[in-house]
């Protein structure tokens, strides 16, 4: 079973950028599908982007262009790259772990773009 530990969120203006890390323990990440979802304010969580383990990815369109997900197996480590950030973007960003038909979720790092 896989542990999932985010990082990275903070305080952002509009227009600026954000690393968000997924750090896994208890497993090999390489061996999982993974991807980011987030949970805006008073708002159903939605996937963001994903990654599988042959490292194809895939977005939502809102953040196309802006955001960027990517894997570094020897560091068992996911990462989001944000930039051109939108007050829109307020969300809990949560990583998830998926792999023959179970799912591990970590416990949301809190993005916030705000002047």
């Known amino acids: 079973q896989v542990q999932l530990v985010e990082s990275g969120g903070g305080l952002v203006q509009p227009g600026g950028s954000l690393r968000l890390s997924c750090a896994a323990s208890?497993?090999?990440?390489?061996?999982?599908?993974m991807a980011w979802y987030r949970q805006p304010p008073g708002k159903q969580r939605e996937l963001v982007a994903g990654?599988?383990?042959?490292?194809?990815?895939n977005y939502v369109d809102s953040v196309k262009g802006r955001f960027t997900i990517s894997r570094d197996n020897a560091k068992n480590t996911v990462y989001l790259q944000m930039n051109s950030l939108k007050p829109e973007d307020t969300a809990v960003y949560y990583c998830?772990?998926?792999?023959?038909?179970?799912?591990?979720w970590g416990q949301g790092t809190q993005v916030t773009v705000s002047s």
């Open positions: 990654i599988t383990r042959g490292a194809s990815t």
């Open positions: 208890g497993s090999i990440l390489s061996l999982y599908t």
């Open positions: 998830k772990a998926s792999r023959q038909g179970y799912e591990y």
